[in-house]
Every structure is written in structure tokens, then in C-alpha cells.
């Protein structure tokens, strides 16, 4: 990933606008990404949670990402545990993005500056993250993001017509200097 995609990666809240970008992607698997795509999908909850509460709350959040001032897509967090919340929480992160930005290192700037987003404004201690066991450019963009991977979901998603294995990926909070 060069600095230059780096630095042109931003992430910031969501508009009516990057709502209508990815209502019209998730109008086929061109949009979504063979690896996301369950089928149409309304975004009408998803207009209604932006109307309420701009789709950023202490539960969960959605951000556009921003790459040379155009919304190539949006990345999401959603809570997760791994026994009772109180105690085993963490975060769980997914990305989007649009035909076309896929493959040029945005979505490895995008991974980072969310991660460092959560890491800054939430006491997570955990980031997790899974993709298809064949997603190899998602794959890739995850461990170029720093996060490594823990093991293989066997057939733990259902998607066009089939099971499909998943591979787990996580990154902890960076421990402070001694």
C-alpha cells in the first residue's frame, strides 16, 4: 500500500448521497462484491438508523470511505462476545467497496484507520474481522492492515446456495511502551 492511498483514504460519516451509492450497489453482485453478495437487500432500516442517529452509536457504526474526495464505499463495527458481553466484548468490523475501487489498497487504509478510529474512541481490546476462505484480496488487505488470522470457520455462512468456510482474523490494542 503506497503512502499516497494512505493519505488519500478518509473515512467520515455517512450522507443521503453514499446511502443511494450503496443502495444501487447492493442492486447486484458487480456492486456488492461476489463475496457480500446475499441477494437484494432493502436499505430501508439502514435509511431509517441514518434519519435517527447518523448510523454512529456507541453500539454499532457506519462510515463512508472517502479515496480522492469521491465515497468509494463504507465500512461498518458491530459488537461481539465471546462469552458474556460484560466481559468478552469486542468488535466486529466489515468493508464495502464499490466496483472499481477494489484491488488498489484503499480498502488495507480503510481497515487501518478504522481499527485506529476504535482503538482511540472506544476501550475495545479486540478487533475481529472474518472474510470468505477464499477471499484472497480481502484476505490480503487484512494482514497488510496488521491483523492476523486465528483460524477457519467451517461452512458458517450461507450465500448463494451454499455453505461457505470463513476465515477469522483479529487485532488487539497495541500495548503501551514499558
Known sequence: MSDAVTQSVELRPMTEQDLDLWETALGSPDGTGAFQWFGFTSIHEVRRRH???GLVTPEAGMLAVRHDGETVGRVE?????WGKPATSA???IAIGLFDGSRGRGIGTAAHVALVAYLFDHTRAERVQAFTDASNVAERRAL???????EG???RAQWRQGAWHDQALYSM???TPDA
Open 152 to 154: 477457519v470457520l467451517r
Open 77 to 81: 463495527w458491530w459488537p461481539w462476545a
Open 90 to 92: 469486542c468488535w466486529t
Open 143 to 149: 494482514e497488510r492492515s496488521g491483523f492476523e488470522l
Open 51 to 53: 434519519a435517527a442517529d
Open 172 to 174: 488487539l490494542r497495541p
